[in-house]
């Protein structure tokens, strides 16, 4: 009965990562039609930030300052340098469908630093599953290849996004393990709040557009992308581990897309039904494969670390996460 709720634990809090996650390109569609990108951001973590100072003075009495400063790092890499990436990168002229791969190939950079960092193998299956993947996010992204004006050097602005949410999902396990998923949350996007704020002060991009639809993609953001995409990001990783859920990101392409045609009318062609249905296939043989130690991968991931302390709960390692 336990193993049975747990695993239907597993599949919710995937299936809100690959909604939420996806929601994130859908909010900044929706918020740069009456703004810049950098207004969208920090209105995002003004609105996000406060929440998340109300959240850590509650907590404050519970929080350790080694797991504080651990976050403060984390949330650079995963917010911070993530969204700065991927959102300088469109913002620099290249494709969204273009930033959509790169980023994409964070699964790979994840399995194959995770496999000599956490001593997780990495079985054929695996590796094939996460081949496919890739294929997969191609064909659906292939039309906006190659179709954009930006310069050689804008492309390597979505790479470095892609590998500082890489090295947030695998520093994210020797970090204390002291906090809950909703106190690396809060820290993190205290820190995005302060980055993204700061920028857009500087950049005279602070004051938001008074049209209403402004306000409503900034809340679609906040609920949704940072609350949401960035919980159900950390639940995942803790149980699943950094391959499992990074493999997942493989999704949110195709997703987004699917998302975009029932919102906007984006037209959807065959390549996009085809690459879809890969990244499916590549997801389920990742996630339906036993680890190469032998026991369950929820079970796996629950194992801390080398000199880390851990606290469980019901057999979930909980770990401060970035």
Same mark, same amino acid.
């Given at each position: ?17 690959? %909604?939420?996650? #996806? ?12 703004? #810049? ?15 998340? %100072? ?269």
């Amino acid at each position: 009965m336990f193993r049975t709720r747990g695993r239907a634990v597993d599949l919710a809090l995937a299936a809100g990562l690959v %909604v939420c996650w #996806s929601s994130g390109f859908i909010g900044a569609r929706l918020g740069t039609e009456d703004a #810049s990108a950098t207004t969208l951001l920090a209105w995002r973590f003004l609105a996000s930030g406060t929440l998340a %100072v109300g959240w850590l003075a509650w907590r404050r009495h519970r929080l350790e300052a080694r797991t504080v400063k651990a976050h403060l790092g984390l949330g650079l890499l995963t917010q911070v340098g993530y969204l700065g990436g991927v959102v300088g990168g469109v913002g620099a002229g290249v494709p969204a469908g273009t930033t959509a791969l790169i980023a994409a190939l964070q699964p790979i950079v994840v399995a194959v630093a995770a496999a000599p960092l956490l001593h997780e193998p990495i079985r054929a299956r695996h590796a094939w599953s996460l081949g496919l993947g890739l294929a997969g996010v191609g064909l659906v992204v292939m039309g906006d290849v190659g179709t954009g004006s930006a310069a050689l050097w804008a492309y390597l602005v979505p790479v470095a996004g892609m590998l500082s949410l890489s090295a947030g999902t695998v520093l994210d396990r020797r970090a204390p393990s002291t906090a809950t998923v909703l106190d690396a949350v809060a820290v993190h996007t205290v820190v995005a709040a302060a980055c993204f704020i700061g920028l857009a002060a500087a950049t005279d991009s602070l004051r938001p557009p008074s049209e209403p639809g402004f306000a409503w993609a900034v809340a679609w953001v906040v609920v949704l992308s940072t609350i949401g995409g960035y919980g159900c990001y950390l639940g995942v990783l803790r149980r699943l581990g950094p391959t499992r859920t990074s493999t997942l990101l493989y999704l949110t392409p195709p997703t987004t897309m699917l998302w975009a045609y029932l919102m906007f009318g984006d037209p959807v062609g065959p390549s996009t039904w085809v690459g879809l249905a890969l990244c499916a296939l590549a997801v389920a043989g990742v996630l339906t494969g036993r680890p190469a130690s032998g026991r369950p991968g929820r079970a796996a991931a629950s194992q801390p670390s080398a000199g880390s302390r851990s606290t469980s709960r019901c057999g979930v390692r909980v770990s401060a996460s970035g």
